[in-house]
């Protein structure tokens, strides 16, 4: 089946200074899309990022991904962590006709000052 | 954005009893779905819904599992009778269409299993 592998369980970054979560993934089906998730304590978790074209950047919030199907990755970067950017952030891919997510195991991101 | 209500936030249940756990999601959605959380792992997906039918689920939906939405109102699962292993963050989320659109989730139930 499809897997979602987020190496890193815990980033700490000091503010101002550029932060990378990683997300790799596997799976058979050449149609996929993948979407960046961030969870705010005690808050849903709610979409920062969707992408399923190849080598094509997207961005959002001062966060960008690209996915690069050649190293099946999908990885999350800013240029300048913030603060307010402390959260848990999952990769996610979805491949199906029923909008089913398999998700990474999150990465903790801690911004400190 | 779009907002997906899940009551209750916290759910305490003896084993055996059986619970509902209920889900409000974004009034234009057509697609509905539960994920289970067990503390420190995953997020895992357990089943979804479309026009009155589970389209999808996974080895976690158990024969105790069954999910409905009765005339358009909450989304539900229920789970009778409940067991040790199904303490968990249940994560109701909708979709306004299938395939890779974007999913909304809500907050999430804790439910405890004594």
């Known amino acids: 089946g499809d897997s979602v592998t987020q190496t890193e369980g815990l980033v700490t970054v000091t503010e101002g200074l550029p932060v990378k979560l990683n997300c790799t993934y596997q799976?058979?089906?050449?149609?996929?899309?993948f979407f960046w998730y961030v969870q705010y304590l005690n808050e849903a978790p709610q979409v920062l990022l969707k992408?399923?074209?190849?080598?094509k950047r997207t961005e959002h919030q001062g966060f960008h991904a690209t996915l690069h199907k050649s190293s099946s990755s999908f990885h999350l970067q800013k240029s300048s962590a913030q603060l307010s950017d402390s959260a848990l952030y999952y990769c996610?891919?979805?491949?199906?006709?029923?909008?089913?997510?398999?998700f990474g195991d999150g990465t903790v991101l801690t911004v400190k000052p | 954005g779009p907002k997906v209500l899940q009551i209750p936030s916290h759910q305490i249940i003896d084993m055996g009893q059986m619970v509902t756990l209920n889900c409000d999601p974004v009034?234009?959605?057509?697609?509905f779905y539960w994920y289970k959380q067990i503390l420190g792992q995953q997020m895992e997906f357990l089943v979804n819904?479309?026009?009155?039918?589970?389209?999808?689920k996974s080895k976690l939906f158990k024969d105790q599992f069954s999910v409905e939405r009765p005339d358009g109102s909450y989304f539900t699962l229920k789970i009778q009778p409940t067991a040790l292993e199904d303490s968990a963050v249940y994560f109701c989320?909708?979709?306004?269409?299938?395939?890779?659109?974007?999913?909304?989730f809500g907050a999430g139930t804790r439910l405890s299993v004594l």
């Open positions: 989320a909708s979709s306004l269409e299938g395939g890779q659109n974007t999913l909304y």
């Open positions: 799976t058979t089906y050449l149609t996929i899309a």
């Open positions: 992408s399923s074209t190849d080598n």
């Open positions: 996610a891919l979805s491949r199906t006709n029923t909008g089913k997510l398999t």
């Open positions: 009034s234009n959605h057509l697609y």
């Open positions: 819904f479309y026009n009155g039918k589970v389209m999808e």
